[in-house]
């Protein structure tokens, strides 16, 4: 029994330290999350100085206040000035935008998770939510090697292995024993953060689901009725009237809301999660055009994506390549003229180039 156990704890051990897990996964949490926050920023910028600025109702002293009491920190309030705040800002959008990119991403998911963490503490009390998730992942993140794949940084190593430029054999050890370290313990964070950011969405669908158990509405099915006819969260009310009429309807998707959250963390390791998946992403559509929380939705769809498999990212790869390709071949087929830019110039009769950078036309100039 005790070996048993000491051979399981071995195996964990070797799993953290080995290779980093899901590197695809924290690709597209990195990319996810950087896109939400660029796209929240941009479309926030008309009103970013009654939101975060100086002339914010929450002015930087009641915020000063409230961080003496609560322990939050934004780099916001180093100044008052409405220069250093347009700085900031212009700095947070070049960051959502390079994190996307993948460029430097283990510098530039620190500055991300300060640029959403500062943002949060600013406006605290403007979250809907999809704020809160965001600085968890925003901080998570800033530990994962999730640069290593479709990111700039990836494409960067690629190019330096097709060119050969590979490290010098004759480094001394230390170097060696340096590098072994620094990748083991890049590896073992990566990991580890990799299964706090899945704990933490199992943790948010459980605790969300065993709530509504508790919730009378929820239990004689009536609950979705009232978050229908809540004027604050109703951007559609046209729409949501026509949804409130389908009783049963509703009834039936409240009470699988309440299953599918509360059996989320027990079908992880099945292959019950792919329909769970399927349902909560149809579950956060409907809560992003129904209640108007696009943010929330987007940062709950993205968390998501964590418990999809690397293979599963490879496969949806591999398709979208050949479907670029076939694309790209029925284009030619279907514009032939334009096949002749792709043809290697031809050398004229004194053995130049076309002056025009294309080969001659056989039928004379058009």
């Known amino acids: 029994m005790l070996q048993r156990v000491l051979d399981r704890i071995q195996a964990l051990l070797v799993l953290l330290a080995e290779r980093p897990v899901s590197l695809y996964a924290a690709a597209m949490l990195r990319i996810g999350y950087g896109l939400l926050y660029l796209v929240f920023l941009l479309r926030e910028f008309p009103h970013r100085d009654e939101m975060w600025g100086p002339g914010s109702p929450w002015t930087p002293e009641l915020a000063r206040l409230m961080y003496e009491q609560s322990g939050w920190a934004s780099a916001l309030m180093l100044s008052d000035s409405r220069a250093y705040f347009e700085v900031c800002y212009a ?7 390079l994190f996307v990119l993948g ?3 283990r510098a530039v998911s620190v500055l991300f998770a300060v640029v959403v963490v500062s943002f949060h ?5 403007m ?3 999809g704020d809160n998730l965001m600085v968890l992942m925003a901080v998570y993140l800033a530990f ?3 640069g290593r794949r479709w990111s700039l940084d990836a494409r960067k190593i690629r190019l330096k292995a097709a060119v050969g430029r590979t490290a010098d054999s004759r480094e001394d050890g230390l170097r060696h024993q340096l590098d072994d370290s620094r990748a083991i313990l890049t590896t073992v964070l990566h990991n580890c953060s990799m299964f706090v950011i899945a704990a933490q969405v199992c943790f948010l669908y459980g605790c969300a689901g065993l709530y509504k158990v508790q919730g009378h509405k929820w239990a004689d099915g009536t609950a979705l009725h009232y978050v229908l006819n ?3 969260f109703r951007p559609w009310p046209e729409l949501s009237q026509v949804i409130d009429g389908h009783h049963v309807l509703l009834t039936v998707v409240g009470y699988m809301t309440v299953l599918v959250q509360v059996a989320f963390p027990f079908v992880l390791f099945s292959r019950l999660k792919y329909p769970v998946l399927i349902i909560l992403l149809g579950m956060h559509v409907n809560i992003a055009v129904l209640m108007g929380l696009p943010l929330f939705s987007g940062a709950m769809i993205v968390a998501d994506a964590v418990f999809l498999p ?3 990212y490879r496969a949806v790869g591999r398709l979208w390549r050949r479907t670029v390709r076939r694309a790209g071949v029925t284009g030619a087929e279907a514009h032939p003229e334009t096949t002749s830019a792709a043809v290697p110039l031809q050398p004229g009769p004194a053995g130049d180039a076309h002056p025009s950078g294309r080969s001659p036309s056989p039928h004379g100039p058009r």
């Open 91 to 97: 700095v947070a959008v070049v960051t959502c935008a």
């Open 103 to 105: 460029w430097r991403t």
């Open 310 to 312: 690397d293979r599963f």
């Open 127 to 129: 979250a809907d939510g």
């Open 121 to 125: 503490a600013r406006a605290i009390y």
């Open 144 to 146: 994962t090697a999730c």
């Open 230 to 232: 809540i004027d604050l």
